[in-house]
């Protein structure tokens, strides 16, 4: 049946394309029910195994949302997510569960169903997927925002001070979070309670009021943030070290390698000089200028190493430079620890080989039962982790090249 699916038929009729489409979205709604199956039956094993060799209770199935992860190539936060709902729909809704295997939800819209009864009891939650899904037509036409509207309204008919807990243990998620913009511009973003968002807001849009200098609104209001946070006005270099790692050639006006600023990512050569040009102008903070180099002919940074179990600054600076993200593939969340990849007490080194930067939730992860990271550096330099987990899967993940490197492009 699949197979008919997926092969694709050039002289096929629109009406044949369109339910194609169709058939190929029951699929997918078919196959991440499946996946949850499979996902909850995992953690379910796990659980028993480590149960039987006598693994206490709070540590069982530690590393199973990350082995999701890297088996479905996501980060080890939606893994997280994956299995949350994997649990929720085969243990707790199986009306939901249902609708998802028949295609009348999507994975999204059966997550939506999950997230907006996670604040009630068990029986509650049961009524709520029973209501919700059992009558599957009455899903028909439903938007993402109706849906969730729809369990919204009947996990408050069901229990109303579960819904109003919930929303006033949210402030505790209040964060700030940054994640790259197009053209070397970027997004700071503020997860706030409303009061403080909405004045937050109206304090910047005021002082855009009484600003008549020529510049946008939005150009007011952007400075005003900055002047307000960092304390010092928006056109002049901040006195947090910004650590840009660029190549010689490029520095010195030869190369057009691009450099890498520590937690944004890559940037044109030209910018991060002119970042550079004017932290040195400024005296207030002078450019602090880190030589990493090594062998110019393979671009590799220097081995360092250290005897002492704990990293020393200068291997902790060089790891966080090299890695630049948390190193478990598809991870991304920026570096936490710079920890041993072969643990310090099985005889790992205190080295930049077997050095590794990872998110704080990554780092326990590896320590799981069951779980072996090895890294090598190999003759060009290229520094790779191999992550085996629980089952005997094997994932791998590189350092990023360094600027001036010689390197083959990424489509090659
Ligand atoms: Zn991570």
Redesign the pocket.
């Known amino acids: 049946m699949f197979e008919n699916l997926l092969s694709f038929d050039p002289d096929a009729d629109e009406s044949a394309l369109i339910e194609g489409i169709a058939s190929l979205e029951r699929l997918k709604a078919a196959a991440a029910a499946r996946q949850a199956r499979l996902t909850a039956a995992l953690d379910a094993a796990r659980r028993s195994t480590e149960a039987a060799s006598g693994v206490p209770a709070a540590r069982r199935g530690r590393g199973v949302a990350t082995e999701v992860a890297l088996a479905r190539r996501d980060?080890?936060v939606r893994g997280g997510r994956h299995l949350g709902l994997a649990k929720a729909l085969v243990h707790e809704m199986p009306h939901t569960l249902a609708a998802l295997e028949i295609g009348a939800l999507s994975e999204w819209r059966a997550t939506i169903a999950v997230r907006e009864s996670a604040c009630l009891d068990i029986e509650d939650r049961r009524r709520l997927d029973a209501e919700l899904c059992s009558d599957v037509g009455r899903l028909d036409g439903l938007g993402d925002c109706a849906l969730a509207a729809a369990a919204k309204a009947i996990a408050y008919r069901l229990d109303p001070h579960a819904v109003v807990d919930r929303a006033s243990r949210a402030p505790q998620d209040r964060t700030v979070s940054i994640r790259p913009a197009p053209d070397t511009m970027t997004y700071v973003t503020a997860l706030l309670p409303v009061a403080q968002g909405v004045s937050i807001y109206a304090a910047l849009k005021r002082e855009a009021d009484v600003c008549c200098d020529g510049r946008s609104r939005g150009q007011v209001m952007a400075d005003t943030l900055v002047e307000r946070v960092t304390g010092r006005p928006a056109d002049q270099s901040v006195p947090i070290a910004v650590n840009v790692v660029i190549s010689d050639q490029s520095l010195l006006g030869a190369g057009n390698a691009a450099a890498v600023i520590a937690g944004y990512g890559p940037v044109p050569s030209a910018i991060a000089v002119n970042l550079i040009n004017d932290a040195v102008a400024d005296q207030r903070s002078w450019a602090t200028l880190r030589r990493l180099y090594a062998t110019p002919a393979t671009g590799a940074l220097v081995a360092l190493e250290s005897r002492a179990r704990i990293f020393p600054k200068g291997l902790v600076d060089f790891i966080g430079l090299r890695d630049q993200?948390?190193?478990?593939p598809y991870?991304?969340?920026p570096i936490r620890h710079r920890d041993h990849a072969r643990p310090h007490r099985l005889g790992g080194k205190t080295s930049s080989v077997n050095g590794l930067g990872?998110?704080?939730?990554?780092?326990y992860?590896k320590e799981a039962d069951g779980w072996k990271v090895d890294a090598t550096t190999a003759e060009n330099g290229t520094h790779t982790a191999e992550f085996t987990t629980p089952t005997g899967a094997c994932y791998h993940s590189t350092a990023p090249p360094m600027p001036g490197t010689p390197q083959t492009p990424f489509a090659a």
């Open positions: 980060s080890p993200r948390c190193r478990t991870c991304d969340a990872l998110c704080e939730g990554c780092n992860t």
